[in-house]
């Protein structure tokens, strides 16, 4: 509380006084959330958790993408950053409902694509590969051990990523979980995506199959999804590649849960969080297709 407090009277004399106590926001399970007015402006103060650059955040990179997809519209505008926290504008609605967002993905595959192909350079990578082995020193170097699912999904990745290479990266956001994809309440037709602290030059497929996979798309939602992010049909070899990227995605999330066990604060099951990824991960490993799947994907 008292870095808060600290944080918040810093904030007040560049952005108006501080109106009322901070309230904690719920659904963050990184950082420390908290809606506050400053001035004449409602914000969302995002104070960042302990140990996060060991995840593969880069707060620069977070600063730059978060302005420029404001400028494109599909972010809430950023108010002030700097390495003890973020403050962007508080935008009244919520995170649009599953159903919902699998009924019609048109907006936020519109809004991704807006940002892959914005010509944006960040100034970090984010390659899942690359991700996995960092992780697991940061696990040996605090004397974990590794457990055997995620070698499994290691071997898995490594083997997807010489079938899909990051060849052509481009700007992706990286985290897209429910919470991060909101509706506000003056444009409900429109997808805002928030939290871009894993922003990095990435595979745009890995974007698609985190948002397919934590929202739990079927394959009419899929198609769905791909057809409104290419604006074309899908092809086989494009559905294969958002099948694959989804296991892809299961092993970040399911390894971010093993090292944030040993880094974070929090007060939040990181365990749990990590075995329902592995499970999910190598029960859509077990499907019979996926030797189809790494044939017929198109890079």
């Not at 400053?38 to 302990?50: A, K, Y």
């Not at 993905?105 to 970090?124: D, E, I, K, T, Y």
């Not at 984010?126 to 499994?152: K, V």
């Amino acid at each position: 509380m008292a870095d808060l407090i600290r944080i918040v009277d810093r904030l007040s004399a560049r952005l108006g006084t501080a109106g009322g106590e901070p309230v904690p926001l719920d659904g963050g399970i990184t950082n420390r959330n908290y809606r506050m007015r400053f001035g004449e402006r409602d914000c969302v103060l995002r104070l960042p958790g302990r140990d996060t650059e060991l995840l593969g955040i880069d707060r620069a990179a977070e600063r730059v993408a978060t302005e420029r997809a404001a400028a494109l519209g599909i972010a809430p505008p950023l108010i002030a950053a700097d390495e003890e926290c973020m403050v962007t504008e508080w935008l009244p609605g919520a995170p649009i409902d599953g159903a919902r967002l699998r009924a019609d993905p048109s907006s936020a595959a519109r809004a991704l694509r807006a940002f892959h192909h914005s010509g944006l350079q960040l100034p970090v990578r984010f390659w899942i590969p690359d991700l996995l082995d960092d992780y697991a020193r940061i696990i040996h170097t605090r004397g974990g051990e590794l457990p055997e699912p995620y070698r499994r999904a290691q071997h898995l990745v490594a083997q997807i990523a010489e079938v899909l290479p990051l060849t052509h990266p481009a700007p992706c956001h990286n985290d897209l979980l429910p919470g991060n994809i909101l509706a506000a309440d003056a444009d409900p037709g429109h997808a805002l995506l928030v939290d871009w602290e894993y922003a990095g030059m990435g595979h745009v497929y890995f974007d698609l199959a985190n948002l397919a996979v934590n929202n739990e798309f079927d394959e009419a939602a899929r198609d769905r999804l791909l057809t409104a992010y290419f604006d074309a049909p899908p092809t086989p070899g494009r559905r294969a590649a958002l099948r694959l990227m989804m296991l892809v995605s299961d092993a970040r999330e399911a390894a971010w849960g093993v090292v944030q066990g040993s880094i974070s604060e929090l007060d939040f099951d990181f365990a749990a969080y990590a075995h329902q990824h592995f499970t999910r991960l190598e029960r859509n490993a077990s499907d019979p297709r996926l030797q189809e799947w790494m044939r017929a994907a198109t890079p």
